[in-house]
């Protein structure tokens, strides 16, 4: 999420606010606090509209059904098999 601080970035995006919530994650371990900080820094790039994708490729699978673990809506394109595992 701090691409959209960077300066240079092709976003061309400046917001000091939002520079300093990521700059605050920087410096915090604390797990509460990184979970508001970033909850923030994503109602500023929304509330901010910062980029806009046009187009995303649908996802669509088929698979054997025993096979369980895989998400049906994924978020991301690639199949996250970190809980994947054939059924009897």
Excluded: C, H, M
Aim: proline share 3%.
């Amino acid at each position: 999420i701090d691409i959209y601080s960077r300066k240079d970035y092709y976003f061309n995006y400046d917001n000091p606010a939002f520079d300093k919530v990521i700059a605050d994650l920087g410096v915090t371990s604390d797990e509460a606090k990184r979970k508001e900080l970033l909850g923030q820094a994503q109602k500023i790039l929304a509330d901010d509209a910062v980029v806009g994708f046009l187009y995303e490729l649908p996802k669509v699978g088929v698979w054997d059904a025993k096979l369980q673990g895989l998400w049906e809506n994924a978020p991301i394109q690639a199949n996250d098999l970190t809980k994947v595992k054939w059924s009897e």
